[in-house]
């Protein structure tokens, strides 16, 4: 079952060029430059009447939907709120007719998710699931949805179905944007990059050695800072998320730009930032969020673009990975920090697979 592999995570990491490749599949529409879905159950004018979306989720998922945040934003054009599913079931929001709620799981057991979407169908809301695990209860309660087709996710900490639920929401995303502002043209150009993809996560695992080095090197510390911007300020979260649940190291993700409101104070020698710095619209202002932290003494890991001579230049360790557009970056950019927490881990003798004080389904409140 494990095919070789020591864990399942590291099994799961590496799944992913072909677990996106199952996301997409059967999905992109050359001849219309959009997406298909078979079970979305909404006719196109009630698809075309959507004027704002509310993404629920906990954990991993909700960063997820913090990614679908700024897809939906950028190439649909359609507000977004990310609420825990946790805080949304006990809110009252005001929500009107219009609004479509998604619900994205992993295991579509997830016992504040499911109350949320109870919730949401009770007060006549239009209800999908973004959801891997067929047949399972928000599957079955949803009013329509798209499965991830990830395959049975064992390690405890949630790898491929982040990437996968990135890639159905870009899908997502495209599809709602080409029933409104999207040309064909930039509709294609997501479909040839989402194509890509697969190829682009294969040569991003090729760093697993690199990541081996660093993880060696800051395997011994106790607090971490994970910072992005934009796309990738909830892939920063996410990378937080995985380093504490399994190596047990206290880490943070934050906006880049916040650290100079409070959380710079915690800079030292002991505690390493991780910047996700690839090129993109953000890159000089995150640039020089790192000269910051540099300037106050903490070692700096930079996930950066190839051949980036002038992050290289600055951090103390880097981690090239391959170019894509921003909207894509959090995919890729979650391969080296899924790595690096699980190499951490492994280096303090953590049970990678079945971290303390966690489960796989949470079915509880
Ligand atoms: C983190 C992790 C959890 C889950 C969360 C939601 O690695 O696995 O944070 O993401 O419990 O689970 P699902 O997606 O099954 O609803």
């Not at 799981?105 to 891997?132: F, P, W, Y």
């Not at 710079?264 to 910047?275: C, G, K, Y």
């Not at 002038?310 to 909207?327: K, L, N």
């Amino acid at each position: 079952e494990l095919n070789g592999f020591p864990h399942y995570m590291l099994k799961e990491i590496y799944e992913q060029p072909e677990t996106l490749a199952n996301a997409m599949r059967g999905r992109l529409d050359d001849s219309d430059s959009t997406a298909h879905f078979g079970g979305l159950n909404l006719t196109s004018q009630q698809l075309r009447q959507i004027d704002r979306v509310i993404m629920t989720a906990c954990g991993t998922s909700y960063h997820a939907g913090m990614v679908g945040e700024y897809l939906f934003e950028e190439l649909a054009r359609i507000p977004v709120e990310v609420e825990y599913a946790s805080e949304l079931r006990y809110r009252n929001p005001p929500i009107d007719r219009s609004t479509v709620m998604f619900a994205i799981t992993q295991s579509g057991e997830t016992a504040d998710t499911l109350a949320a979407l109870r919730e949401s169908k009770r007060m006549g809301h239009t209800t999908l699931a973004i959801c891997n695990t067929v047949g399972s209860s928000i599957a079955r309660e949803a009013d329509g949805g798209v499965y991830l087709h990830a395959g049975p996710e064992i390690g405890v900490a949630s790898t491929k179905a982040f990437t996968s639920q990135s890639c159905v929401l870009t899908m997502l995303a495209l599809y709602l944007g080409r029933t409104r502002h999207l040309s064909s043209v930039q509709g294609q150009a997501i479909i040839d990059n989402l194509r890509q993809l697969p190829e682009k996560v294969r040569q991003t695992l090729g760093c697993h050695e690199r990541v081996k080095g660093i993880a060696a090197k800051y395997a011994h510390v106790r607090n971490v800072l994970y910072l992005g911007r934009q796309y990738l300020y909830p892939a920063a979260l996410e990378g937080a998320l995985k380093l504490k649940e399994i190596s047990y190291i206290h880490a943070e993700g934050y906006p880049a730009a916040e650290m100079k409101h409070g959380p710079i104070a915690l800079v030292d020698a002991d505690t390493p930032s991780v910047f996700l710095v690839p090129r993109g619209s953000v890159f000089d202002k995150v640039m020089s969020n790192m000269q910051e932290i540099k300037a106050r003494g903490g070692p700096v890991i930079a996930v950066c673009s190839p051949d980036d001579e002038e992050v290289a230049s600055i951090a103390d360790d880097i981690i090239p990975i391959p170019d894509v557009p921003e909207y894509l970056q959090p995919i890729i950019a979650a391969i080296p920090l899924q790595l690096l927490a699980y190499e951490i881990a492994l280096l303090r003798g953590c049970d990678v697979d079945k971290p303390r004080n966690l489960a796989k389904s949470v079915t509880v409140e």
